[in-house]
């Protein structure tokens, strides 16, 4: 499995805070079936002072110790970047990395506050040539009175991300909630780990990957932490990679009839 976001490099950010927690998360990943993972620290300006040479010197020495401690897992560079207003050029500049030096790359809203003008931001990003992937859309507090928008911005070109852990209730109820929601109604293009350490936010993707097989079918399960990351790895183009349901087909195996257990789950909200 690929897994497009974590925040494994340690003392960059808030994710692992030792060389050791680093390694006990890439074991874990590993363990877990995940053979490819994106190392994604927050690029936050005025609280994580992020750019593409540091985490690449980062990412290097991290990368030796797994080799040193025969870790089989393959490491590449991105970033989880928050808003900002010199975003597009810092992307063309290459200060803010993209996933593995591809079209690709994490776009952070915030998390309690509705991003104004959300439409226009990925429209500018996709008009220049960038693909973003939308970053845990299901954990933001303004989802509800902003649903909306995130089906706007997946029918536009952008990526949609969920956190694995959201679909089996680690961050609470509503979490869970809109992130089914969002994977029954065929929007979510990827599962990702967004892992911070082996407890509370590990680096597992198996999980996930079980509960979406339940709504949308083994195959669809597959392209969510497989076929589409692995897609971002090579920089496919958008076009050439097959879409979730609702914006390309409907998924080929359908388990679960949507109608009783959307009710059921609506019910779960909090």
Same mark, same amino acid.
């Given at each position: 499995?690929?897994?497009?976001?974590?925040?494994?490099?340690?003392?960059?950010?808030?994710?692992?805070?030792?060389?050791?927690?680093?390694?006990?998360?890439?074991?874990? @990943?590993?363990?877990?079936?995940? !053979?490819?993972?994106?190392?994604?620290?927050?690029?936050? &300006?005025?609280?994580?002072?992020?750019?593409?040479?540091?985490?690449?010197?980062? $990412?290097?020495?991290?990368?030796?110790?797994?080799?040193?401690?025969?870790?089989? $897992?393959?490491?590449?560079?991105?970033?989880?970047?928050?808003?900002?207003?010199?975003?597009?050029?810092?992307?063309?500049?290459?200060?803010?990395?993209?996933?593995?030096?591809?079209?690709?790359?994490?776009?952070?809203?915030?998390?309690?506050?509705?991003?104004?003008?959300?439409?226009?931001?990925?429209?500018?990003? $996709?008009?220049?040539?960038?693909?973003?992937?939308? !970053?845990?859309?299901?954990?933001?507090? /303004?989802?509800?009175?902003?649903?909306?928008?995130?089906?706007?911005?997946?029918?536009?070109?952008?990526?949609?991300?969920?956190?694995?852990?959201?679909?089996?209730?680690?961050?609470?109820?509503?979490?869970?909630?809109?992130?089914?929601?969002? $994977?029954?109604?065929?929007?979510?293009?990827?599962?990702?780990?967004? @892992?911070?350490?082996?407890?509370?936010?590990?680096?597992?993707?198996?999980?996930?990957?079980?509960? @979406? @097989?339940?709504?949308?079918?083994?195959?669809?399960?597959?392209?969510?932490?497989?076929?589409?990351?692995?897609?971002?790895?090579?920089?496919?183009?958008?076009?050439?990679?097959?879409?979730?349901?609702?914006?390309?087909?409907?998924?080929?195996?359908? &388990?679960?009839?949507?109608?009783? /257990?959307?009710?059921?789950?609506?019910?779960?909200?909090?």
């Amino acid at each position: 499995m690929y897994d497009v976001h974590s925040h494994i490099l340690p003392g960059i950010d808030d994710g692992a805070r030792t060389a050791e927690m680093a390694l006990d998360m890439a074991r874990m @990943a590993a363990g877990d079936g995940i !053979t490819h993972m994106a190392c994604t620290p927050h690029i936050y &300006p005025g609280l994580f002072e992020n750019t593409a040479e540091g985490i690449a010197q980062a $990412l290097g020495k991290l990368q030796q110790l797994l080799q040193e401690q025969e870790i089989g $897992l393959e490491l590449t560079m991105g970033a989880d970047i928050q808003v900002v207003p010199e975003m597009l050029s810092s992307l063309r500049s290459g200060v803010f990395p993209t996933i593995n030096g591809s079209r690709y790359f994490l776009f952070e809203p915030p998390h309690h506050i509705p991003l104004v003008h959300f439409s226009r931001f990925v429209a500018d990003a $996709l008009s220049a040539g960038f693909v973003p992937i939308i !970053t845990h859309p299901e954990r933001l507090s /303004w989802v509800e009175t902003h649903y909306q928008e995130f089906q706007t911005v997946a029918r536009a070109g952008a990526w949609l991300q969920i956190t694995s852990g959201s679909l089996t209730g680690r961050f609470g109820p509503g979490p869970e909630y809109w992130g089914k929601r969002m $994977l029954d109604e065929g929007l979510v293009h990827l599962l990702a780990s967004d @892992a911070h350490n082996v407890r509370g936010r590990p680096p597992l993707l198996s999980e996930g990957e079980a509960v @979406a @097989a339940q709504y949308l079918g083994a195959r669809e399960a597959r392209r969510l932490v497989h076929d589409r990351p692995e897609s971002v790895w090579r920089d496919a183009h958008p076009e050439q990679v097959i879409p979730p349901p609702a914006l390309g087909q409907e998924p080929e195996e359908s &388990p679960r009839k949507r109608q009783g /257990w959307f009710r059921f789950l609506a019910g779960r909200r909090c």
